[in-house]
């Protein structure tokens, strides 16, 4: 996949922010089922050349499964990605909190991929992340679905970012992580991440990304296809200037 992608939150801001890369090239990455302000924001960044990726919890849900063929049926997506996970008991179908799963078999994937393929839409799938599980649990996942599918695998690197942290593991563990993980995704989310009250490392949309998140992308995962993850709290300032950053690292590619 070519170019690069950047998120929006379904907030009071989202047209606005979506008007602020109106100019870009950049598709834009909204969660199903689309809000009427998100709906608006994919019109605003959506033509012949540029188009919209979704994204989704996946539990094989009738009303999931029918409000895709409706999102599709009138936008053209470049892309749509799967969450794989285990997920909460609420009313709501779309319910964001999973929790990682112990392992993915080849019927999980299988149930996606011919979906995918009688709707004919490009996916890729996207384990959900538990932090206080231990990261080889997570990279033994990621190397199992990549034995199941040929299909893309997208991860959030600033959530691998905190793990390590917080596990305090020493550096040459952590540089055998990035590597075994950058030889299996082929979608990276890019955030920033902040040292919460509690004395650990949370992830942070809302924030400009740190210098060592973009070095670690640079290094370890510069051939994966970016999405830049800002919400409703992002500057402007910090939109603009991640979007530089990151278009300047690719040009340096």
């Known amino acids: 996949m070519k170019g690069c992608a950047i998120f ?70 470049r892309l749509i990605i799967f969450k794989l996970g285990i997920w909460g008991h609420g009313e709501s179908y779309f319910d964001p909190k999973g929790i990682e799963l112990p392992e993915i078999n080849n019927n999980q994937v299988k149930r996606v991929e011919e979906f995918a393929n009688l709707n004919e839409i490009k996916i890729a799938f996207h384990p959900i992340r538990t932090p206080w599980l231990p990261i080889a649990n997570y990279i033994k996942l990621l190397k199992n679905l990549r034995s199941l599918t040929s299909s893309k ?40 991440y902040r040292f919460d009250e509690s004395g650990i490392y949370m992830t942070c949309a809302c924030t400009e990304i740190k210098e060592d998140v973009w070095l670690t992308y640079k290094k370890y995962f510069r051939n994966t296809f970016p999405i830049l993850k800002t919400d409703h709290l992002s500057s402007d300032n910090q939109i603009i200037n991640d979007l530089r950053k990151l278009n300047k690292i690719r040009g340096d590619l």
């Open 8 to 77: 929006l939150e379904d907030s009071d801001e989202i047209v606005r922010q979506a008007k602020l890369i109106e100019d870009s090239s950049e598709s834009i990455v909204v969660s199903i089922p689309l809000t009427g302000r998100e709906r608006e924001s994919v019109k605003l960044r959506s033509n012949e050349l540029v188009k919209p990726i979704f994204t989704l919890p996946w539990n094989n849900h009738e009303n999931m499964l029918n409000e895709v063929k409706r999102t599709i049926k009138y936008f053209n997506p």
């Open 153 to 192: 695998i997208s991860i959030d690197l600033a959530e691998i970012m905190c793990d390590l942290k917080n596990s305090n593991l020493q550096q040459n563990i952590n540089s055998l992580s990035f590597k075994s993980i950058s030889e299996i995704v082929d979608i990276i989310w890019l955030e920033s």
